[in-house]
């Protein structure tokens, strides 16, 4: 890693790029197997997140796709237009609602899985099954440091700390 940072630290060896430009090499191959259902490249990751827990909350399903409250209200207006989902008053608090996959959103996983799963086979190809397994625990471990450094850096007495500086 020293030995990077003398060099410049090139994007070629940034892991956030390297991360990134995978990212945007997987979203056409992605696009390309749900678009023809329908589902846009947007409201895929909230399908996704429903077909593995149903009736949660907004908010929920947010944090567990990763998005903000505007892009969540977004994709589900989407999705609930399209017949995906239907989005229900929650019954404890009336400001927040729940959302719940309809017959023909919950249909949409027995079509869509198996083509999407089809990715992991073509990105993966040359890997063996210990080094997949090892891509998804250091994957892991990096949004466990990057979530970790996000809240440290949300803590007050963190941000006070940084910026004190030191008296020379």
């Not at 237009?81 to 989005?87: M, N």
């Not at 729940?98 to 027995?110: D, F, Q, S, Y």
Request: charged share 25%.
């Amino acid at each position: 890693m020293l030995s990077t940072l003398k060099n410049g630290y090139p994007v070629s060896e940034s892991i956030g790029h390297l991360i990134n430009l995978t990212h945007r090499q997987i979203q056409p191959l992605l696009e390309e197997r749900v678009r023809e259902y329908g589902v846009s490249y947007g409201t895929w990751f909230f399908l996704r997140a429903l077909w593995e827990e149903d009736g949660v909350s907004q908010a929920a399903l947010a944090e567990r796709v990763g998005a903000s409250q505007p892009t969540t209200l977004a994709a589900l207006r989407k999705l609930a237009d399209q017949g995906l989902v239907a989005l229900k008053d929650d019954r404890a608090d009336k400001r927040k609602f729940r959302v719940m996959l309809t017959a023909k959103g919950r249909a949409l996983h027995a079509e869509l899985i198996p083509r999407v799963a089809e990715i992991n086979g073509v990105v993966l190809r040359g890997l063996s099954r210990s080094e997949v397994n090892e891509l998804r625990r250091m994957l892991k471990l990096i949004q466990k440091n990057a979530n970790a450094d996000i809240a440290e850096s949300h803590s007050p007495t963190l941000r006070a700390k940084r910026a004190r500086k030191p008296v020379i």
